[in-house]
């Protein structure tokens, strides 16, 4: 798949999981969060937790597996440092937080969303 391809597939993604986040009562604070060397796709807060989310996006195809296994321990860390950093910089107290992944897969003209809660500690 070409990189814009893939790029384009990515924000179709990312746009779907803001939806569903939104239909489920998550208000949205962040989008693409970057510091350093580490982004985070979006957070969110529900009620008093403050939520890191990774979004995969992908074509379903076997050998790949399915996009919300594709979060490694190396991407968990760079999540966990750049959830860090936003939280010292926002001086954010008092909420809970946690890492979701959220995969969202296209399959025969559909889109699929799965929803991982505390998918990862650190």
Do not use: C
Not at 39 to 59: C, H, M, P, R, S
Not at 87 to 100: E, G, H, S, V
Request: no cysteine.
């Amino acid at each position: 798949m070409a990189a814009t391809r893939r790029q384009n597939l990515g924000k179709q993604g990312e746009l779907l999981a803001i939806s569903y986040l939104k239909w489920n009562g998550y208000a949205i604070r962040e989008q693409n969060y970057r510091w350093k060397q580490g982004e985070i796709d979006i957070i969110a807060q529900k009620e008093t937790n403050l939520i890191f989310i990774e979004v995969k996006t992908g074509v379903f195809k076997h050998h790949l597996g399915m996009p919300e296994t594709w979060v490694n321990p190396h991407k968990q860390r760079q999540i966990a440092q750049t959830a860090l950093k936003y939280i010292q910089r926002q001086q954010i107290q008092n909420l809970d937080y946690r890492f979701d992944v959220i995969g969202i897969t296209y399959l025969s003209g559909n889109w699929y969303v799965k929803h991982i809660e505390n998918a990862f500690w650190v």
